[in-house]
């Protein structure tokens, strides 16, 4: 939250929404939440885990309740900034200015577009241990934890937040076309070396 990183007490209007147009980002069905999705923020993700569920599984299964908490209080950090930025009286924040606010949120701020997708999209990373066969999933997982914020904040999410979710799949896109791209130039130098080997002149050189 922005008052842990400023060490400020938030006190919120109740019922107060972003402001600002908003939508929620759209999903594709397969993306849609399911009972077995749910996750409590605030518990511990032991809890969360089916009995008898294999090792391995226990272990993805908390990683990804890892990133669900790191999503949604990115994105509850920056619907609050974004309203203190337009001076949003309804909210306290006594420490943090209007012009603070929107420095956090500008293109090169902690909150901003790019930091804030950098960061998501390198931890999502980490997740996947680097295999592009599990982009998909990844994808499928970040666009959850956007529907779950959208929720705790009354149903849609602030521009920026939009924004930010647009930027985490376009990197996460260009990170698996430079995957595949490495591994295309790896195999035809592989192939290129196999057929050069086999050629006369590598033969009478061999022999």
């Known amino acids: 939250m922005i008052n842990s990183i400023y060490n400020i007490d938030v006190v919120k209007a109740p019922n107060s929404r972003p402001q600002g147009k908003e939508k929620q980002p759209v999903m594709s069905p397969h993306e849609a939440r399911t009972p077995e999705d749910k996750v409590s923020l605030g518990k511990n993700p032991a809890e969360e885990i089916a009995y008898g569920m294999p090792p391995n599984a226990a272990v993805k299964a908390s990683d990804y309740s890892t990133l669900r908490e790191m999503l949604v209080g990115i994105i509850e950090e920056q619907g609050i900034t974004t309203r203190i930025a337009a001076k949003d009286t309804s909210i306290d924040f006594r420490d943090l200015t209007p012009e603070k606010a929107r420095e956090l949120i500008s293109e090169d701020g902690y909150l901003g577009v790019e930091q804030t997708s950098e960061r998501i999209v390198q931890f999502a990373l980490s997740i996947a241990d680097g295999d592009p066969n599990r982009l998909e999933e990844i994808k499928a997982s970040i666009g959850k934890d956007f529907q779950m914020a959208a929720e705790a ?22 990170w698996a076309e430079s995957f595949d791209e490495a591994s295309a130039q790896t195999d035809n130098h592989a192939s290129g070396i196999a057929s050069n080997s086999s050629s006369p002149k590598a033969l009478q050189m061999i022999f």
Do not use: C, Q, R, V
Request: proline residues 5%.
């Open 153 to 174: 904040l009354g149903g849609a999410l602030p521009d920026i937040s939009m924004e930010t979710y647009n930027a985490i799949m376009d990197k996460l896109d260009a």
